[in-house]
């Protein structure tokens, strides 16, 4: 904490000169993304190009997002991982138009680059003309179902008012929509139910009561923030089980936002992971799963409990806390952090933000070591470890 | 539902009980605590000079010389079935509901504050919506855009609001429309149902003065409830859905911000039910309040009493109200 006061000082100051040095530095990241990036309308259903989402605050400018890359096919599931604070809710907020309405309200954020969804382009759009696509063509649950339910109304009445927003149906349609979804993400005796008020649900049932409501509309993306950290480990799998089964069924593409890698591995196709605002690395999940380029993804994974490790053996935490997203660290943004910091010549690490390269296929990693050096690492010096 | 409103209504009569047998004591206290002897306290009721035997007398009819909780029965039971009063040559009927009788004015309590409670009412009630709406409706445009012009000047009127007393406002406001510019003349208070345009007019200005204290407090309230429950994560829900956000705000935004808001508003309104005393005094209003003070400054403690209870019950029946409300908006309390 006192670090933090210390960098209310000139933070302003700070993040301005950051932020000219970057885009005026050679490392300039604007078109240097990689992969599908290109004017015009995208081929995908949803892409993201450079996204950036900034938060000016009393202390600085807050970089939550800052220029993040990503595309996703309808019937595919994208992993988002990462700290907290690393710009993964941010991000989803932002697809959805709902950064504005963060905590961080009374701020001004700006955001820019492009984010197009089956051929419309967001940022630019008429936030009404977003409203009316929020819940209809794009939906989100989230973290805690408690409290993102209303308290004061059934649990079917929410439902039935999400449907009605977008659908011109009398009450009792609605309600009977509202009852069919709740029989379909498995809740018992949904016409008694439909009736209750979320604090008469169990912890489950609400997260089922939630995705029920996101689903009433069809969505053809479903955003999933944290879906299963509020609950108990049992109920955590049927929840992901649940999902699965739901996407299979409507074919929409999901988006699945967590710190936990054993939910992304349980669901997602694509896997990015976001370190200070930015992504370290992205690709197919196996692929990454197999051979991870980024050090920082080999602490996630040395991070993560598993059952068949020896009991001997001691995690491998990734040691120090997430970087200031108003003093982002120069150069790589992970570098105080990274133990292969000085594996690079010439300082690179802590003098140029390393950029997106393709390691192969659709595999990408932002690391200043060669290849060779990081495949040499992983299978030599991480992998055992693991 | 249904158990939980018989539950708070059976508590409330308690209560009721309870709060009149402690102001009933503390009145029987009263005298002796000045030092009055039960022979001095029945002198009173006498005409001058009174013989021992008199006194003796209007002592037995008037159950002086009882202990405390035989009068206070007595007293109960009058309310229900009326008492006849003696003393000395004269004697009064106490009608039902009997809540005590001035031997000072030589009135019975009940039809004096009966005839008092519409001015009270009208005054309350009046002030009342006005304040609740303009209230709400500042605290809630605050709310929307917080460190705005609007919300700046808003919570600079009401901390004036909050912080003028109801002397300086009403007083202020009687010397400029009424005296600088009559456009409200002083006038008595007319029954509603006599004439509904003169009864609103010569309400103008106290609801006005009134309201302003009170709408200051509520912009207040509910601007920070608002606040609060704006970050909530059901709003976001509620925008996620693709809520217009108008119905964001007011549907679950104010529905949830309101319950507080419920609460201080029974409080309110029930302690103003049982006698605006300064507003009544400074626009010259004849309800409940100035009834209490003439009481006081009579030294009439039948009267003083009987305001008393009544102030205590439209408290406990305002809260009474609040609680089934409660019940009704939030689904959570009627499980407790």
Redesign the interface.
Known sequence: MTDSSEDKNGAAEAADTAGAAAEAGPVAETGAAPAPAGPGKPAAFLEVRDLKVHFPTDDGLVKSVDGLTFSLEKGKTLGIVGESGSGKSVTSLAV?G?HR???R??SKVTMSGEIWLDGKELVGADPDEV??????QM??I?Q?PL??????YTVGSQIV??YR??HDVDKKTARKRAIEMLDRVGIPQPDKRVDD?P?QFSGGMRQRA?IA??LVNNPELLIADEPTTALDVTVQAQILDLIRDLQKEFGSAVIIITHDLGVVAELADDLLVMYGGRCVERGPAERVFAAPQHPYTWGLLGSMPRIDRDQTDRLIPVKGSPPSLINVPSGCAFNPRCPYADVPKDNLTRTVRPELRQVDGGHFSACHMAQEERERIWTEEIAPKL | MFSYIIRRLISAVILLLIVSAVTFGIFFLLPKMAGQTTDQLAQQYIGKAPTAADIAAVKKNLGLDKPVYEQYWEFLKGIFVGVDYKFGPDAAKCHVPCFGYSFKTHIEVWPEIQSRLPVTLSLAAGAAVLWVVSGVATGVLSALR??SLFDRMAMGVALAGVSLPMFFTGALALALFTYQWPIFERSDYVPLMEDPLLWARTLVLPWVTLAFLYSALYARLTRAGMLET????????????????RKVVLR?GL??ALTPIITVFGMDLGLLLGGALITEQVFSLKGVGAFAVEAINANDLPNILGVTLLAAFFIVICNLVVDVLYAA????VRLS
């Open positions: 959805m709902l309405a963060s905590r309200q009374r409203r009316r696509l929020r819940g209809r939906a989100m989230f805690d409290s993102a339910l209303h308290p004061f008012e999400a927003v977008h008020h604090h939630m409501m996101a | 917080p460190g704006l970050n909530e994560d059901y709003i976001r829900t509620a925008r996620a859905k693709g809520l217009h956000e679950h529905r949830a908006v939030d689904p959570r």
